[in-house]
């Protein structure tokens, strides 16, 4: 989606100048144009022609630097290097759970530095989002995930009815993961009452 944007600016941009030389061609006589071309060599054609891409790629890396410059969270290693994780997440007891278990699974060859997981409460027409920082107050995130390796969390739900006791209320929860590279994942769903569809 970031490609086909970038790729669509510097479309408009190049139909901009392409404008710019109809308008210009149009407000000249078609016999002076004509006349131009033949007293030019093809060599020099050639060499215009060259010159004036030079100087559309230029524009066009100036821009891509500037995109990339402002947006340093993307970084493009992330469609040339795979990571693969599997998110879940477990409960105590089929309704108002006291535990929830969250399991971070790396089923690929490569290594994730994942960022702090977030855990999300949902109603029909609400979510709540926590980030998860770590155990007993010491915060453990961002992380390395080695391939093949797993790594859980133990979340007490009681941390969060105190904080909100509105928390009770909601029906569903989630574990979305993210890593530094800009890639997403999200876990099952998992029941925390009875709601009136279910």
């Known amino acids: ?6 790729f669509l ?14 308008n210009l061609t149009t407000s000249v006589p078609f016999s002076s144009i004509s006349k131009l071309f033949e ?5 020099t054609l050639v060499w215009i022609v060259l010159i004036l891409a030079a100087i559309l790629l230029t524009i066009m890396g100036l821009e ?11 970084s493009f290693t992330r469609f040339f290097r795979k990571v693969q994780l599997v998110v879940s997440l ?12 969250m399991t971070i699974r790396n089923t690929g060859k490569n290594e994730a530095d994942i960022n702090a997981p977030v855990l999300e ?26 391939a093949g390796k797993v790594h859980q969390l133990r979340i007490e739900t009681a ?17 979305l ?4 590279e800009g890639r997403k994942w999200r876990s099952n769903k998992v029941k925390l009452r009875k709601s009136l569809v279910t």
Not at 90 to 101: G, S
Not at 177 to 180: E, G, K, N, Q, T
């Open 39 to 43: 007293d030019v060599e093809k060599e």
């Open 90 to 101: 477990q409960k105590d007891r089929p309704l108002r759970p006291q535990v929830l278990t």
């Open 177 to 180: 993961v993210s890593d530094v």
């Open 1 to 6: 989606m970031i490609i086909a944007g970038l």
């Open 64 to 74: 891509l630097r500037k995109y990339v410059r402002n947006n340093r969270s993307i």
């Open 121 to 146: 409460f949902r109603k029909i027409w609400t979510t709540r989002k926590f980030k998860l920082n770590g155990i007993s107050g010491n915060q453990i995130y961002p992380m390395f995930i080695d």
């Open 9 to 22: 600016f510097l479309s408009i941009h190049f139909v901009c100048m392409i404008n710019c030389l109809v």
């Open 159 to 175: 941390t969060f009815h105190q904080y909100d006791r509105s928390i009770r209320s909601y029906y569903w929860a989630r574990i």
